[in-house]
């Protein structure tokens, strides 16, 4: 009779033991899905690039030093933080690999008909797959979320490149990256 139940005992166990290596295996995996409602990976890091637009023109964004304080956007500190050649605002931002998973970028102006802002990220002058937003006439925000797995190196330094088609010559710009640790 013990034998009988050995084998459907065996099997369930089996069963369990798997079900348990898969769900450890996928623990450390980051679901970005419902990113946007509130769930986040269980280390990340906020990462604001922030800056003064060039009128009908390209401008790149530094990243901001990681801090506890934030530059607000169009304030001394954030305006700053920006420059016409990208190997000049381009930094490292941590020097640890990571992986953008989140894009989130502001205007403080507002856009006339046929009048569009599109924001870029670049890492290693050249640009990172999956994170370009744009905005046009009434609008102030744009955001994207990852589609993949993608990897910034650490040695690999980043910035946002910001093209504004505009006659609004003061527009300020503030993009926040969110990184998850690779």
Not at 97 to 110: A, F, H, K, S, V
Not at 145 to 171: C, F, H, M, W
């Amino acid at each position: 009779m013990r034998r009988q139940y050995l084998a459907p005992l065996g099997a369930i166990l089996l069963l369990a033991a798997s079900v348990t290596c898969w769900a450890q295996s996928t623990a450390y995996e980051t679901v970005f899905k419902r990113f946007e409602r509130g769930l986040s990976p269980r280390a990340a890091l906020r990462v604001p690039h922030c800056g003064q637009n060039n009128e009908n023109g390209t401008i790149y964004l530094s990243p901001t030093a990681i801090t506890d304080v934030e530059p607000a956007l169009a304030d001394a500190t954030c305006d700053g933080l920006d420059g016409a050649t990208e190997a000049t605002q381009d930094l490292v931002v941590l020097g640890y690999p990571l992986r953008p998973i989140y894009m989130r970028c502001i205007l403080n102006g507002t856009l006339a008909a046929g009048e569009s802002v599109v924001w870029q990220l670049r890492g290693g002058e050249a640009d990172v797959p999956g994170f370009t937003c744009g905005i046009g006439a009434g609008q102030t925000t744009c955001h994207v979320l990852s589609r993949g797995r993608i990897k910034v190196e650490g040695s690999v330094p980043t910035a946002i490149r910001a093209v504004q088609v505009s006659n609004n010559a003061d527009d300020d710009s503030k993009c926040v990256l969110i990184y998850a640790f690779d």
